[in-house]
């Protein structure tokens, strides 16, 4: 793979930018990232191996549209600012979720962004934080500065964190997928997550192989799809959660209302795929019910 379809990868956004880098370009490629590269595990379901190589994730962003779950979107996100003279740097982060105690450490379960050099008001030292890995959030970049911020119609703070050293952590909004991601301030690189890459799209008791996830944020919503439940936090934030069990709907929910291309996915493999989804929605529903 010779490097980055620069091109391709603008028009899979369906943005045009131009001229040196910028907070109003960052912004603007961030926002387009996330509304047009849907966060998923889809191709762990349709028996494609991934790396966390960011030249592998570009190129199936300009391929497919697609490019998968947090390694996968940051890498790819990663290389486009890169190429286009942005200073960006990654870090190992660590995601806590919902029903976690309480942050769980060092354990590389994300990669977080930082890009510098972009000095302004807001950001007097010019780091933000870019993240276009986080399912329903970040929706825009932040200042690397404690705040509170809020981003479709979730609260976000950004605040020193409590287990890495001279780190920070966005903590979620209480209606958001996840309690909150500590990131640590040292530059790490792929190879910092390629052994938790594995687990997480391998192991039978990873969320990403047990259950299909397709999810994003919109300037009004935060959008997921967890198997066969689609979850929507809309602009009042109110809560709502629908069965999507029908075969038609299911796709056409997939592609419509969140965005994810699927023109590269055949018939047959379309088959295969709504009998794991249907399944693991089902086998969901009777752990629930006390049934399993």
């Known amino acids: ?63 497919t549209g697609r490019a998968g779950y947090c390694f996968h979107n940051n890498g790819a996100f990663a290389a486009l600012l890169t190429a286009l003279g942005y200073d960006v740097r990654w870090h190992v982060a660590a995601v806590q979720r919902l029903a976690d105690s309480g942050p769980p450490g060092r354990v590389a379960n994300h990669v977080g962004l930082t890009v510098h050099g972009l000095p ?11 993240d276009v890995g986080l399912g329903d959030a970040l929706l825009d970049p932040v200042p690397l500065v404690p705040g509170a911020h809020r981003q479709g119609p979730l609260d976000l703070t950004l605040q020193p964190s409590s287990v890495a050293a001279d780190g920070w952590r966005l903590q979620h909004d209480p209606l958001g997928s996840f309690a909150g991601v500590d990131f ?21 008791t990873s969320g990403f192989v047990r259950v299909l996830v397709v999810a994003r944020p919109t300037a009004r919503t935060t959008e997921n799809l967890k198997a066969c439940t689609l979850r929507i936090v809309g602009p009042d934030r109110e809560v709502t959660e629908t069965e999507v069990t029908r075969r038609t709907d299911w796709f056409d ?18 088959d295969v795929l709504w009998h794991r989804v249907h399944a693991s929605h089902q086998a969901w529903l009777r752990e629930r019910d006390g049934q399993a």
């Open 1 to 63: 793979m010779q490097g980055i379809d620069v091109r391709g990868y603008l028009q899979r956004l369906e943005v045009d930018v131009s001229g040196a880098a910028s907070v109003e370009q960052l912004t603007l490629l961030h926002r387009a990232h996330v509304l047009r590269v849907p966060y998923t595990s889809l191709d762990i379901h349709l028996g494609r191996p991934t790396t966390v190589d960011p030249l592998e994730s570009a190129d199936r962003v300009v391929r």
């Open 120 to 130: 302004t008001r807001e950001a007097p030292d010019g780091v933000w934080v870019v």
């Open 184 to 204: 640590w301030p040292e530059p790490a690189g792929p190879a910092d997550f390629a052994e938790s890459h594995r687990d997480l799209s391998t192991s039978p």
């Open 253 to 270: 929910t997939v592609t419509d209302r969140l965005g994810l291309p699927l023109d590269d996915v055949s018939a047959p493999e379309r």
